[in-house]
């Protein structure tokens, strides 16, 4: 999610042992993202007077926010990986769904958006886009009325907790998807502070004639032609290991090559977004969910392995979390098939009801 933003698991701090001589890597605990906190603070069931005292440790909310939140969380107004954070000019635009929201940025520095006002009555076949349902000043108004209306507990969460990423200041900001998505594989398995590191030295590579403080300019990141045209030894120099400069290098390739493009980003469907990059190297399922979630700001992603996620549904289907916490394995809150089933009725607003 960098002026990272993007944006939901805790971050993982590299850690190792050594074992007869041998460094091995110690499995990182399990995290539960922010995304589920008020849910999870909402709706556990409330335990018996005579067990308070031996489970007060236990059901404490983790207060560490996921790599994708923590911008979220600590920015005004930056919903996305930007430079600036100020508030956005806002404009209204046709906005839908299942299809992205944010208006992206080529590395030509154009701009580009899934509906322009011409083209809202044109056939799909002819946008390649179907035709909006709303627009970007009522879809977030929109998505918490029917949130609401499929399960009224869910109002006093919404009231108290104002979903930036889907308002229309947050489907405002200019997102770079070629920065956003090695932003994330730069944060993969380190701590914030030392992905800010990562970054800083990698941006300062492509902009050694220029001195931020100088002038008034200020470092801009690399294109995809930039990143494809250095070795790999060179991207080591900022920080990154050997297997994610090549992660970096392999997905600049692609959007040098137009295998990945802005354009293909905005018209692609869910599933053509996951298809598509899911297949880069260096990018896994729950990756990809939250670039689709928090860069591209489409509403419907629903992350059933986000053990954040997980828990939240747990907590609303009045489940004990506290109890099941410390049952261990990937769907020790909730199945798949019971998340994807229960939650089939907040579509197609899943990604917003996740914020909750």
Not at 58 to 79: C, R
Not at 133 to 151: F, G, M, P, V, Y
Not at 234 to 259: C, D, M, Q, V
Not at 296 to 301: A, E, F, G, N, P
Request: proline fraction near 7%.
């Amino acid at each position: 999610m960098i002026k990272s933003q993007t944006p939901v698991k805790t971050a993982k701090q590299e850690k190792s042992k050594v074992i007869n001589g041998v460094t091995k890597a110690r499995r990182p605990a399990p995290v539960v993202s922010a995304a589920a906190v008020a849910l999870s603070t909402e709706f556990t069931p409330s335990t018996p007077k005579r067990k308070q005292d031996e489970t007060a440790a236990s059901s404490l909310t983790p207060s560490t926010p996921t790599p994708s939140m923590v911008g979220i969380l600590s920015i005004p107004y930056s919903t996305g990986d930007i430079d600036d954070a100020a508030p956005p000019s806002l404009a209204d635009r046709p906005a839908e769904p299942h299809r992205t929201n944010a208006p992206l940025k080529t590395p030509g520095g154009s701009r580009v958006v899934a509906y322009s006002n011409e083209s809202v009555n044109s056939s799909p076949s002819k946008t390649g886009v179907p035709r909006p349902s709303t627009t970007t000043c009522h879809i977030l108004e929109e998505a918490c009325n029917h949130l609401i209306k499929t399960d009224p507990r869910l109002k006093s969460v919404i009231d108290k907790h104002h979903c930036r990423i889907f308002s229309p200041e947050g489907l405002s900001e200019d997102i770079d998807p070629f920065r956003s998505l090695c932003s994330g594989i730069m944060a993969q398995q380190v701590s914030g502070a030392a992905a800010k590191s990562i970054k800083n030295k990698f941006v300062a590579l492509f902009n050694q004639e220029i001195r931020s403080n100088e002038a008034g300019q200020a470092c801009t990141f690399p294109t995809p032609s930039q990143v494809a045209a250095c070795d790999l030894a060179t991207l080591r120099t900022a920080g990154l290991s050997g297997r994610k400069a090549e992660y970096i290098k392999g997905l600049a390739e692609k959007f040098t090559s137009g295998e990945l493009s802005a354009n293909m980003l905005i018209t692609a469907s869910d599933e053509e977004v996951m298809e598509k990059l899911i297949a880069v190297r260096g990018l896994g399922r729950w990756s990809v969910e939250m670039f689709a979630c928090f860069a591209l700001k489409r509403l419907d992603v629903f992350s059933t392995g986000d053990l954040g996620v997980q828990r939240g549904m747990a907590a609303l289907m009045g489940r004990d979390v506290n109890k099941l916490k410390a049952k261990g394995g990937k769907w020790k809150y909730m199945s798949e098939k019971d998340m994807l089933e229960h939650s089939e009725k907040f579509a197609p607003y899943r990604g917003h009801s996740k914020m909750r």
